[in-house]
Structures are given as C-alpha cells and as structure tokens.
C-alpha cells in the first residue's frame, strides 16, 4: 500500500488533530531574520537557538533519511473563563484591555498534563501508521527538536504567522500546539498560506504590557513574560517583574486580545489538556509550603516542571507581587 496525504490527514484527524498540511524539506526563507535576531540578543540566555540556528533554516538537517513534513495542530483551548475554582484565567473586558486577576494566573497551555507528553503520544502513533504503511524515517517532534515548526506549518497551508509571531489559523484562532512527523514517504505537498490576515489590527502589539515585541513578528524575548517565567534564570528583571500582571507561568495577553480567538476559539476535544486545580485559590505562600517530592508528584507531568519548584517560588511571589 502507497500512503496518500488524504489517508494521512484522515489518521490524523482520527487522532483528534485539529488541521494536518504536509510539506517539503526545502530550507526556510528568513534564515538572515533568525540571524539577526539571534546577533541582537533577542533569544537571551537560550543558547540552544544558537547552537540549533543551522537546523532550523535547513530542516533537511534533522533527519537526513527525510523528505517530507507532516505538520498537525494539536487544540488546548478550553473555556475556563474563571479559571481552576475561579482564579486561574484571564478574560478581556474589552478586545484592548485585559483584565488584571486577584490572583496569579498560569498560561493556557500549561494548565492540563505537559504537551510534549500528550501531542507526542498521538505523534507517535501517527508515525507508527506511517511505518507500518512503508515509511522507513517516520520521526516525531513537539516543540523537542530543532525545528522552525510555525515556518513549515505556514508552508503547508495551516496558517499564517501574526503580529505576535503566533501561527493563526482562520477557522481556529491561535490557541494550538504544532507537531510534526518528517518521514521519507513522498507524499504530496500541500500549497504555502500566502495571505496575512491581521491587516492593520495591532491589539496583540499594545496589549503587551511589557512593550516585548520590537515591531510586528519580532519578539524580544528578554522582555516576554513567558520568557521570563519559564527560561530565565536567577531574578526576574524589575522592569518585567513590576509588569508581570500576574502571571506566574508563561503569559496569554497577545493570545487573548487577537481578534481571530476571540471569535473561533472553541474547546479542545483532549481530555489530558483540561485545566487543573492544583492551584485554585492558592494563596502567596503556596509554593513556599511544597516541598519537592510534593512538587514532583502534583506538577511533575505538567510545563511546570521546566522552571521546577525553586523558580516556580520565585514566579508565584513575584505575580503576587505585581498584582499589589
């Protein structure tokens, strides 16, 4: 049996995919951005991105046996417009104004089991149904490899990249984590998303209350509360962490206040992606009082776990604080 990109996609919606593309290998045309990008010292202490800048222009370097890209968009939106037990989320008063919580607030993406869990375990089905349908490389990836994933899911026609360097697609808003599968099967390509649909609205841009992003699609990631919360080390920047507006673990605004969420977003089908409630009305001292056999055992299989305990105490009193 010769796979098809329908079968492919067929299996990949069976999976609970919301949107699935396929495209080549081909390098990517804004290698001279991500270098430039890189010079400036917008990536911070992410020396990674430097170490990985050649794969990711040249996605034919992760995995020489490869010759296509299967691009999926995984939904995590749920509408917990009151958060875990009432304090969790973030709603907008108006598409310009996000309202400022009572308590610290975590990401989205963050609040249910770890993505790179759950998307890579559909993936790696996935890759199975291409191996056991002739593939010889069938290799998974969630946000786990050197993979410029928005550029190839731009390029097989999920989406468009937006002022907030989110890929946004126009039935779904933005709320999704990409994945991928490159495999050897010559599968035919999908056509590039070519239109930007965020015309002259610049919500995303002047919400940001941190001023982190330079200009459309570029980001200063120093000065993005995400950033911050999750990859930086030692203290949060004053500047940042008097901006924080609460947020604990990673930051939603630029997502929130895009017109296209606000009116596609619609829940995810993934159970493992349904908010918790481990931190439904916790108060200042609750990461203070868990010790890290706790911590691992409540939050070990969440994003979470990234930044660990000691700089989740940090998180949580500085978004206390910001909130004052």
Request: aromatic share 8%; glycine share 8%.
């Amino acid at each position: 049996m010769t796979l098809t990109s329908p079968q492919v996609k067929a299996e990949a919606a069976r999976l609970g995919f919301v949107a699935c593309g396929v495209t080549t290998l081909d390098p990517l045309p804004h290698g001279q951005e991500l270098d430039h990008w890189l010079r400036v010292g917008h990536a911070g202490n992410m020396r990674y991105l430097h170490r990985q800048a050649r794969k990711r222009k040249d996605p034919r370097l992760a995995d020489p046996q490869a010759r296509r890209a299967i691009v999926v968009l995984d939904n995590y939106y749920y509408d917990d417009s009151a958060g875990p037990e009432g304090n969790s989320s973030r709603r907008t008063e108006t598409s310009d104004s996000p309202v400022h919580p009572s308590a610290p607030t975590i990401a989205r993406y963050a609040r249910g089991e770890d993505y790179h869990r759950v998307t890579l375990r559909r993936l790696e089905t996935l890759a199975g149904f291409l191996r056991e349908n002739g593939a010889t490389a069938a290799r998974p990836y969630v946000d786990t490899g050197p993979i410029a994933e928005r550029e190839l899911a731009q390029r097989a026609g999920l989406g468009w990249i937006g002022k907030n360097t989110m890929l946004i697609r126009p039935d779904l808003g933005s709320w999704f984590f990409i994945g991928e599968v490159l495999t050897d099967l010559a599968l035919a390509v999908d056509a590039p998303f070519t239109t930007d649909h965020c015309g002259s609205c610049t919500r995303c841009l002047e919400a940001c209350p941190t001023d982190a992003f330079v200009g459309p699609r570029v980001l200063d990631a120093t000065r993005c509360i995400s950033y911050v919360t999750i990859e930086q080390r030692g203290e949060i920047p004053g500047a940042v962490a008097e901006r924080l507006h609460g947020w604990a673990f990673g930051c939603d605004i630029c997502n929130e206040v895009c017109p296209w969420n606000e009116r596609f977003a619609a829940p995810s089908g993934v159970p493992e992606f349904r908010p918790r409630q481990e931190w439904a009305n916790a108060g200042p001292a609750f990461f203070d009082e868990i010790r890290e056999e706790e911590f691992d055992l409540r939050f070990g299989d969440t994003a979470l776990s990234r930044p660990g305990l000691g700089r989740m105490r940090r998180n949580w009193a500085a978004a206390w604080r910001s909130l004052r």
